[in-house]
């Protein structure tokens, strides 16, 4: 399913946005559903958004409030989550990861981490003053 590789993590100020990326080497986004994730120290990993490669269709988790936007330029086949106004409870290991679109049970499972099969290895996101 290819080599997932995030990029763009930082240590930011509360307020403050970030620009994550994903890029996917060796197969196209076409197949594939390409979620964010995030797990903080001693929380379970949640799912933060998820879009379609096919499509584009996006899915968010509901503790977004409109702060997140995931979006793919399939031409660079890279997908971006863009975080405005982070907040401390943001701070955590933020993953991409893959699954190919005929594999999903459910829409339902498009937010839970174990639906997918494919993982990056994580980016450190840190919000604090």
């Known amino acids: 399913q290819g080599r997932l590789v995030e990029s763009g993590g930082d240590l930011v100020q509360p307020g403050g946005s970030l620009k994550l990326s994903c890029a996917v080497n060796?197969?196209?986004?076409?197949?594939?559903?390409i979620g964010w994730f995030r797990q903080a120290p001693g929380k379970e990993r949640e799912g933060v958004s998820c879009?379609?490669?096919?499509?584009?269709?996006?899915y968010y988790g509901n503790f977004m409030k409109g702060r997140f936007t995931i979006s793919m330029d399939n031409a660079e086949n890279t997908v971006y989550l863009q975080m405005n106004n982070l907040q401390p409870e943001d701070t955590a290991v933020y993953y991409c990861?893959?699954?190919?679109?005929?594999?999903?049970?459910?829409?339902?499972?498009?937010?839970?981490?174990?639906?997918?099969?494919?993982w990056g290895q994580g980016i450190q996101v840190t919000v604090s003053s």
């Open positions: 879009i379609s490669g096919i499509d584009g269709t996006t």
């Open positions: 990861a893959t699954v190919p679109i005929s594999r999903v049970r459910a829409i339902q499972f498009l937010l839970h981490p174990s639906t997918y099969e494919n």
């Open positions: 060796e197969v196209k986004l076409d197949n594939y559903v």
